[in-house]
């Protein structure tokens, strides 16, 4: 572009631009870069709703540690004003993975914004927010009165059907969807974790040691916390060969029956 090459003193006759002195090489490839994208007029006020492009964590996503923060992402810049705590919501089920039944509890973040670096994205903070594993449901309104907007005016069109941009091309609509945190379960030394992990999935469960009938393996209950700890601590090993031996000797795994 001729533009270019005056602003960057390259052209093949007269001064540079501007007169009064050259500009930054930053702002030249703002320049450069408007042109390469087209040199689009973009005074023209934007019609037509706005879209949600993206969402992290992404919908439907199963995260084994608690997000940062919950970004999403929109297909033109937006108006700051509008988006906020009752515009960008977020909701933990309860613990039931359901979203209808009043049990439902709103995570409160330190800040909702649109960063200047990004206006088409809206943060929804979680620094210093503890949360626990459960479902969680991310509501981005475009319902009046107070829907997300774009710096036109035009609100979201959010409904979502699982795959981006979303919408029907009709202003309005809430763009709902969720996601879940499941902290793996750590296998410690302690009953509890012992119990969740080893005895209640593998051994508590049918035809094995869940307390039933006279012989074994039914007749050691396994199938919870309380009847691992009776059935095992300081309990004679039944099984042909045990010896008399106990099948957990408290402290002495070496002489415990059960190793």
Request: proline share 8%.
């Amino acid at each position: 572009s001729y533009l270019i090459q005056k602003l960057e003193g390259t052209a093949s006759g007269g001064g540079s631009m501007p007169p009064s002195g050259a500009l930054d090489q930053a702002t030249i490839d703002t320049i450069r870069q408007w042109i390469t994208d087209g040199a689009i007029d973009d005074r023209v006020a934007a019609s037509g709703p706005i879209k949600v492009t993206s969402l992290s964590p992404a919908p439907l996503s199963v995260l084994d540690a608690p997000p940062a923060s919950i970004v999403a992402g929109f297909d033109r810049d937006l108006d700051a004003s509008t988006v906020n705590a009752n515009t960008f919501v977020v909701l933990a089920s309860g613990g039931d993975g359901t979203f209808s039944d009043g049990n439902e509890t709103q995570i409160v973040s330190p800040l909702i914004s649109v960063p200047a670096a990004n206006p088409r994205s809206a943060v929804f903070d979680l620094t210093g927010v503890a949360m626990v594993d459960d479902d969680y449901q991310v509501i981005l309104s475009g319902t009046a009165p107070s829907p997300i907007m774009d710096l036109d005016g035009n609100a979201l069109d959010g409904e979502f059907a699982g795959a981006f941009p979303s919408g029907n091309d009709v202003a309005g609509g809430d763009f709902l969807t969720q996601f879940t945190i499941s902290t793996p379960v750590v296998l410690g030394p302690t009953l509890p974790q012992i119990q969740a992990i080893v005895f209640g999935p593998s051994c508590g469960t049918a035809g094995c040691h869940t307390g039933g009938g006279a012989n074994l393996p039914g007749v050691m209950d396994l199938s919870s916390e309380q009847a691992s700890f009776d059935n095992l601590v300081n309990v004679p090993a039944l099984q042909v060969g045990g010896g008399g031996a106990f099948r957990v000797v408290p402290g002495d795994p070496d002489n415990s029956y059960l190793r």
